[in-house]
């Protein structure tokens, strides 16, 4: 009984990581510049990989490969906005303008 | 971490640890730049609040990619946190919230990319800004 509701609850987060997933990748393919770009990119950082480490922590249940996905998670979760930041800060310092109203000054 | 505990491997990954710190105190490298210990005490319930917000605006995300609504704006904010740690969890924290992205950092004044008007009126309502600086003040 618990069994299989685990085994349902963890397809169920795979299969929602996976559509975030898609829908970033979408995303990065769909939208204008390189700063709307970073958004559809930060969304299959965040919930596509949280959903997807979930799913597989829910299929290990607990035990050692258990801890290693948490941990894969606290540093992707870390890291990725690191790397979107250093993409967007490059960007505004070789001068591309965003698609927007207000162009930006340099701080 | 592999699942191995026999003495030998043990002892050589502590060896290892104790040899780079070494060699980092050797070679000067060491900075003030460490692990902001006072932030642990909020710290679990200020990762649960940032969980629900990513998720929220994950969804919000991926209506604004499926129905095509996008309206980018860029703006300046001005933050509130006193010390350096305090900053790059701020910066960091809008960051990982899909729909907006901090490009660049002055002192106290942040450059946000907002995916739609919605996500930037959200950061400007600052709320954010209040919970990481709660944060930085510890017990």
Known sequence: ?107 | MSGHYSILITSLGIISCALCVYLTIKANILDNEMLPLYFFPRLLQYTLWLIKEILISNIETAKVILFKTEDPELFTIKSSQASNEGKVTYANSITLTPGTVTTQINENVFEVHALTKSFGDDVRSSQMDKMVSWLEKGK
Not at chain 1, 6 to 11: D, G, H, Q, R, W
Not at chain 1, 44 to 67: K, P, V
């Open chain 1, 1 to 107: 009984m618990i069994d299989s509701i685990i085994n349902y609850s963890s397809i169920a987060s795979l299969i929602l990581g996976i559509l975030f997933i898609l829908i970033g990748s979408i995303g990065i393919l769909r939208l204008p510049d390189v700063f709307s770009r970073i958004h559809a990119s930060g969304m299959i950082d965040t919930a596509g990989t949280a959903f997807i480490i979930l799913g597989m922590c829910l299929q290990s249940g607990i035990s050692l490969i258990t801890a290693k996905l948490i941990f894969i998670g606290i540093f992707i979760f870390f890291t990725s906005p690191i790397t979107g930041h250093v993409t967007a800060n490059l960007a505004r310092k070789k001068g591309l303008k965003p698609i927007s109203n207000n162009k930006g000054e340099t701080l």
